[in-house]
């Protein structure tokens, strides 16, 4: 075992997601967090806070930045946040006269959660249109094998027969909700976070709201009525949708777990796993590995429900745990849509012998 199986060199040819995994790299977050700085100083501009030729050098600077990653890790050690010595980098680099333009008005926690909202929004898209290719997969299915007459089980045991089309509508319907879900949960994810010290944005006076609205267009983000800095709700039910979504593609996996089993066979598998010991068997990894991402994203929510529980007008526990949560559960999640694809496409109904 091993930290994470989800960027390990081998775990994750069962476990990965090349797609989303790069989106909660390092390197991605800090570039996220360089948009916001080389936004912000650009938005301020606009609405005269800061000199134009400030916001230029902030820009331009940033565009080719690349900070000493070593100094970042002392900095986070020391403030449990990396922007204060990534700011110290940056502002190094700028002209005496334009360095105090740098992050005006702007706190730790508005570079974190808007370069977050960045990268979540991305991934938000990528599994609507994952889950959007999964119903269609589903649909053919259900043309091609749906009149199968297959055995329905209740509480395990063998009930009446049904059609396939019984089993595999189980399948999809939820999937169907879950993309409404989805896109209302890109609505709480992909908003600006600027409030500031506090999230009053006392510093910038009467330019606060005007470079607020500037800045939420330059990164095509929601406005929220007032900083969200403390109020997780709507990143919280992100995650549930996430587990939402495992879970039901989890309830597929275990659906198909059992009716591949030798002695009932009422489905057959493309494609399965083999044994060291017994060559003869097909093993349904990617049905397995679906349960499997289904309990983990459920254990993990919960622990997001903790981190609801913000202190005042900001917590660095509650926050912290966030962090260590939630990129885990959207690369899950897209681990589970890859699975749910692969096995979908290789999956075939057989027809039961009298």
């Known amino acids: 075992m091993t930290i994470s199986a989800f960027d390990h060199p081998i775990l994750s040819g069962l476990l990965g997601d090349e797609e989303l995994e790069p989106l909660f790299s390092a390197r991605a977050e800090i570039e996220a967090m360089l948009r916001f700085e080389a936004e912000l100083a650009l938005a301020q501009a606009d609405q005269g806070a800061i000199p134009q030729e400030a916001a230029q050098e902030v820009a331009d600077l940033l565009a080719g930045f690349s900070p000493d990653i070593a100094a970042l890790k002392a900095g986070v050690a020391q403030d449990g946040v990396v922007i204060p ?62 009149q199968i007459e297959v055995m329905a089980h209740t509480r395990m045991q063998a009930a009446i027969p049904v059609s396939a089309s019984r089993k595999i509508r189980s399948w999809r319907e939820p999937l169907l909700r879950h993309a409404e879900r989805l896109e209302k949960a890109l609505d709480e994810v992909a908003v600006l976070h600027f409030g500031g010290a506090a999230g009053t944005l006392d510093r910038l006076g009467e330019k606060g709201e005007p470079v607020a609205g500037r800045l939420a267009a330059r990164l095509d983000l929601a406005l929220p009525e007032h900083p969200r800095h403390s109020e997780r709700d709507g990143i919280v039910a992100f995650a549930s949708v996430l587990s939402l979504i495992t879970g039901s593609l989890g309830k597929m996996g275990q659906d198909i777990v059992l009716a591949a089993q030798s002695e009932v066979g009422e489905v057959e598998l493309a494609a399965g796993g083999g044994s060291s010991a017994m060559p003869h068997k097909k093993n349904p990894v990617a049905a397995e590995a679906l349960v499997t991402l289904a309990r983990f994203n459920a ?48 999956l075939t109904f057989k027809a039961r012998s009298v």
């Open 85 to 146: 010595a990534l700011i110290a980098q940056i502002r190094a680099g700028l002209s005496e006269a334009w360095r105090a333009h740098l992050h005006l008005g702007a706190t730790s926690q508005d570079v974190i959660d808007t370069g977050f909202a960045l990268r979540a929004r991305e991934a938000i898209e990528i599994l609507g249109k994952r889950l959007g290719r999964l119903i269609q997969s589903f649909e053919s299915l259900e043309k091609r094998d749906g």
């Open 299 to 346: 254990t993990l929510l919960g622990g997001m429900h903790q981190a609801l529980v913000h202190e005042n007008e900001r917590s660095g526990t509650a926050w912290t745990l966030e962090w260590m949560l939630l990129p885990q559960m959207i690369v899950a999640t897209g681990a589970a849509t890859l699975k749910a694809s692969e096995l979908v496409d290789g």
